[in-house]
């Protein structure tokens, strides 16, 4: 089983003519609600190519939660491990420019609240889950609660996302940590030389402790790299992309539930990368996840 640990999120999107500056007030188009955040992402994602997943996260008790909940549940995500109450659900204020640029105010909400007795408390699903993913959109203590409390077999994935430095008992345990450019930059920290390419990021981040690297390096694919030495770059899969939100947490649930059944870290990238590349044909963030059907027609196509 897979156990995502992290963030949910209402999104609120309105669409305006023009940002408005200090004391202004300028009329949006209709507000749309999506269900998001990374955890719930990622949860989502893995639960629509038939992964059986269960969700720890924490939303308000209020009607975005309630929203949330559902989202899961239809998808197919086991949500008894969602904590209900403490604060008002995650929120992300949108405003959408005519040129599709965003501006974002994240209200953490609930997530804030996912604290490390929470985490401590969940032991029956950390006892039941051969992968655990997280992210950042929860406090940082609480994922160094989520590496302490791993089952002897549980291998842990991390998608540093919002990046910040991290302790070196949460890198030694990602197997593998999953970063973007910018988010190996953050974590190499500001003063490190990252070098030119991503063989010498992976390089550069395996220094810091983790078993394994994988570097998403968008339409170019990816790059894994093991502490052994073994550098491997995965294919993208070329497809015309309408929207990339979502494309990461995509990767990322792909990639954690294919290593929990056993595949090797080359396997289980290039399946990711065509779950990912399947998720930027379409609009949105869940709303853009494939069933594994969709992600084999994409293969064959
Ligand atoms: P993030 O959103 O975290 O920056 P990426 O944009 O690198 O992550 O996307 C994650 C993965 O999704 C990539 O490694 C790649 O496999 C796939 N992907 C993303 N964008 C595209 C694209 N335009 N074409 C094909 N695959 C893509």
New binding site residues.
């Given amino acids: 089983d897979l156990l995502v640990v992290g963030s949910a999120n209402a999104d609120l999107v309105t669409v305006v003519e023009r940002r408005p500056a200090a004391g202004e007030t300028v009329l949006g188009s209709d507000l749309v609600v999506h269900p998001g955040g990374k955890g719930a992402n990622q949860a989502v994602a893995a639960a629509r190519l038939g992964a059986r997943t269960a969700l720890l996260a924490r939303v308000g008790n209020d009607g975005h939660g309630r929203l949330l909940l559902d989202s899961m549940r239809d998808a197919g995500v086991d949500t008894v491990g969602v904590l209900v109450g403490g604060a008002p659900t995650g929120v992300a204020l949108i405003t959408v420019d005519p040129s599709g640029d965003n501006s974002i105010v994240v209200s953490p909400g609930a997530n804030g609240r996912l604290s490390p007795e929470d985490i401590r408390a969940a032991g029956s699903l950390f006892q039941a889950a051969r992968v655990v993913s997280a992210q950042l959109e929860i406090p940082l203590e609480s994922v160094v609660e989520v590496v302490r409390n791993l089952s002897p077999e549980g291998r842990f994935v991390l998608?540093p996302?919002p990046p910040r430095p991290l302790p070196r008992e949460v890198l030694a345990a990602c197997d593998p940590l999953i970063v973007?450019e910018h988010?190996a930059r953050v974590i190499a920290g500001a003063d490190a030389e990252l070098g030119d390419s991503p063989e010498d990021w992976a390089k550069t981040l395996l220094a810091l402790g983790p078993r394994s690297v994988v570097i998403?390096?968008?339409?170019e694919?990816?790059l894994i790299a093991v502490r052994a030495g073994e550098r491997v770059r995965?294919p993208?899969?070329?497809?015309e992309?309408v929207d990339?939100t979502g494309?990461?947490d995509?990767?990322t649930a792909a990639l954690a539930w294919r290593l929990g059944a056993g595949e090797s870290l080359a396997q289980a990238a290039g399946y990711?990368?065509r779950v990912?590349?399947a998720?930027?044909t379409r609009p949105g963030a869940q709303d853009s996840f494939p069933t594994s059907q969709e992600v084999e027609a994409l293969c064959c196509a």
């Avoid at 998403?216 to 339409?219: E, M, S």
């Fill in positions: 998608n996302s973007n988010e998403t390096l968008g339409a694919g990816a995965v993208s899969v070329p497809v992309a990339t494309a990461g995509a990767f990711a990368a990912g590349a998720a930027v």
